[in-house]
């Protein structure tokens, strides 16, 4: 991989971006994105991106966490047609009501020949999957049976869209499963929140809490939704994998159906997960991100370790010694970059740091003379004089240490933002800095207008109750002062 | 991985296919396809097929090995919108003309809100990449710009389609770059069909030759265009990756220009190239299949081993050593099946040799008390007993074993496919079975009308000349008995 020499042209001397993470997130944002060549925002049609090498092979490397983690789970990969008639969408009532405002429908082909039926460019795939399901679920043998594809969706958003935030074509996973009762498909779901934890948080070091959503906030065709909310630096909450229990709403219409042991026809309970890789890397950025650029855990980096050769112009020992490293520690599995471009080395250094790169290796005459090497931590900027011996060691303790600091971060300051407020006034402090903790009167369709009361007034939802733990309220609703059933959070989203 | 037990009944008292691969090839592949579970065509959009998991990890490793050969050659991965608009086509004539009637449209969202422009479902991404190319690429310094993307592509095709042969939705790799001058977008060509020659006939064991095309049958936008010409068992061509010489047609009217040395503005020279893994699966099964089913280079089949424990259900230490065989050759790195289902090891056998894993390990009680082991080999039904000790070794032995026969069985086939010819009379003989080679007239527009008549005499088509080695011819034209130009190879095509 070669640094565009050209594309950002940063130099010790000046600030790299105009705009302070911690003072304007919303500009901060856009500078990296621009900076790092991570997505061009410039092609022409709007709501669609270009996604730069940079991000592509960090979202490969997400991808393959995922993936991994679905296929321990027993999940078995397939590829679905990327398009789905209209008639498959109308078999669910309430799912084509809440898909149908932001699908794209492919009509014609050709010089303007009409389909018979518009034809979906999937927004989500369950009418795809589950016609499919329909025949291949014959017996209870056949379950549990567990799928997944790694896909693009198109979903037509009307709302301003923001860059891996939310775009009109963004790339997910999605899982759908089938079981045969309603106890071994909530495991599921909660399989899927772990899958959430393994690897979103314990991976990528992106903080969240698992919501189960009120009812008047589910998926279109659920029973009951669970949502991870992550937060972003602006205090807003951003809906990260969601995972679904749709109990028998589309096994009924789409005939997914099962003899039991006892030879009785029964409609299977079907669940479904949807991590939106392109999104979780916004999170990623976000959360970690800081006023020198990118910071990426050690694992989802494209280059996990830069070698910078100092002063190799007039000594080619050095460019010699870096090309040996390179090639040790590109051997040993570790993902290497050189960089002996005619820039100078404060370039090089400041260039490395806004891409994310978790290690840099200094190497000049005086390093080759004592065989040392001066190895230096993007997270924290500490460096530190090693033994060339001692290189793999260091390598493998620095990484472990840089993910798990970025994590221990993102946590503290996750947990930090989280407020218990005990009176509506006070949920108006908290939104749009935090998540704020209270009593709430109920998240079923009656708890619906205190809900809508803070919607209207403070711009602000109710996310739900969580699931990892049961939280017993102790008063009245903050909203409407009856007794409270639930302990909700409120927050922005956004 | 669990084999569905009721997906194939399959025994070792009866035949597994009704159709024999050299008898009747159409039926034996529609047989395959649906046997080994690799795509279901009952998904319900015409030419839409949905790949299964057996499919979808041997095309993740095919895809495996071109990124990895493209990266090598300093290609960047990119992900581009899946969404063209229509304008950006009609900016090359002739590339709107060749694609036009193959394209889906994108026309309305919602509720049946119509888009000002209409938008193409890609059905290749020239015109996606140059625009972005003309923001990219600015100075001669930025040259070559070398660039890919992993991504299904859309055509409306309207003959019949086939699975993985022909769909209306494919799984492709198509890489765009851009160079100073002619000669170095001609030695990216060359690079294309080493990384063709590389991966799909070294590693992916299939046989073919390079043409360069004839005048008349270019890639539209195209000044010269290079096909790769695999032979299926029914005697016709099938068209595997091209590369193609773009010239400046493209970076014209997309404006893709730099600054050269001495600072004058100049277009740059474009290539293309697009494998098409779908299509590549297809010519694997159909070369290296047999009567049993599939058979599969050792580097691209999702399981290279089974283990069948036998009257385990008797021994439990039988089934013990299994796993531990197992946990031996996964850590190894080896992708590894234990089928300790309750079908009968006879079913087992036919089952994987049908899904065309390459070694299978037989162990029972026999085995257990000699610390002996036997091997079986798909590709020749070879049996061999071997210590335990020795099992790494010859499973890496075998695994480079099986994987040269495939390749050289498939290239002395190949190569006796080939017959020389030197009367219009004999091509009539050849085509069919193989592919004629023969003098030829032209290849420039003035040996059309020679070509045209083979076509509409006979339904073949005049593949092009070689592009590995020069031949000369020495005679007329086997159509208009001028003198000859070209020795061409004229072919049925798939």
Not at 270 to 275: E, I
Not at 344 to 364: A, N, T
């Amino acid at each position: 991989m070669v640094a565009n020499e050209n594309s950002a042209s940063l130099n010790s001397d000046k600030e790299i971006f105009s705009a302070k993470k911690e003072e304007d997130i919303s500009n901060w944002y856009s500078e990296i994105i621009k900076t790092a060549e991570l997505v061009d925002l410039r092609y022409n049609v709007k709501g669609f991106v270009v996604y730069q090498p940079w991000a592509v092979r960090t979202l490969e490397l997400m991808y393959g966490f995922f993936e991994k983690n679905l296929q321990e789970r027993e999940h078995e990969p397939y590829f679905f047609p990327a398009l789905i008639p209209e008639k498959n969408f109308n078999l669910e009532s309430s799912h084509i009501e809440g898909f149908a405002p932001e699908v794209f429908w492919v009509t014609e082909h050709g010089a303007g020949e009409k389909f018979d039926e518009k034809l979906a460019l999937r927004p989500t795939s369950e009418t795809a999957f589950y016609q499919m399901f329909s025949l291949w679920i014959r017996s209870y043998q056949d379950l549990p049976f567990r799928t997944y594809q790694r896909a693009q969706v198109w979903r037509y958003e009307t709302s301003a869209t923001r860059p891996l935030l939310r775009s009109r074509e963004f790339f997910w996973l999605e899982s759908h499963c089938a079981f045969p009762d309603k106890e071994s498909a909530f495991q599921n779901v909660l399989g899927d929140m772990k899958t959430t934890e393994s690897v979103m948080h314990q991976i990528f070091g992106v903080p969240f809490i698992y919501f189960q959503r009120p009812q008047w906030d589910k998926f279109p065709g659920a029973d009951n939704t669970f949502g991870a909310d992550a937060l972003t630096p602006s205090g807003r909450v951003v809906q990260q994998p969601s995972t679904h229990m749709l109990g028998t709403n589309f096994s009924k219409p789409f005939n997914v159906s099962f003899v039991d042991k006892e030879g009785n026809s029964q409609f299977a309970y079907l669940t479904c997960y949807g991590p939106a890789i392109s999104r979780i890397l916004a999170s990623v950025i976000l959360t970690h991100g800081d006023d020198k650029g990118l910071r990426f855990p050690f694992e989802i980096v494209p280059k996990q370790i830069v070698i910078v050769p100092i002063a190799f112009e007039k000594n080619s020992l050095v460019l010699e010694k870096a090309k040996e490293l390179k090639s040790i520690l590109s051997s040993t599995g570790f993902r290497v970059e050189l960089d002996s471009s005619s820039k100078r080395p404060g370039e090089k250094f400041y260039f490395w740091e806004m891409k994310g790169v978790p290690i840099r290796i200094e190497l000049g005459p005086k390093e080759l003379d004592s065989n040392k090497l001066v190895l230096f931590r993007r997270d924290t900027s500490e460096k530190v004089s090693i033994n060339e011996s001692e290189l793999i060691d260091k390598i493998n303790f620095l990484g472990k240490a840089i993910s798990k600091n970025l994590k221990d971060s993102a946590d503290e300051w996750f947990s930090n933002s989280i407020i218990d407020v005990s009176s509506y006034d006070e949920i108006a402090d908290v939104v749009g800095k935090g998540i704020a903790r209270c009593n709430f009167c109920s998240l079923e369709l009656d708890g619906e207008s205190c809900a809508e009361k803070i919607e209207k007034e403070l711009f602000a939802t109710v996310r739900g109750k969580r699931i990892d733990k049961q939280e017993k309220p102790n008063g009245v609703c903050v909203v409407c002062e009856k007794p409270a059933k639930e302990v909700v959070y409120i927050a922005k989203q956004y």
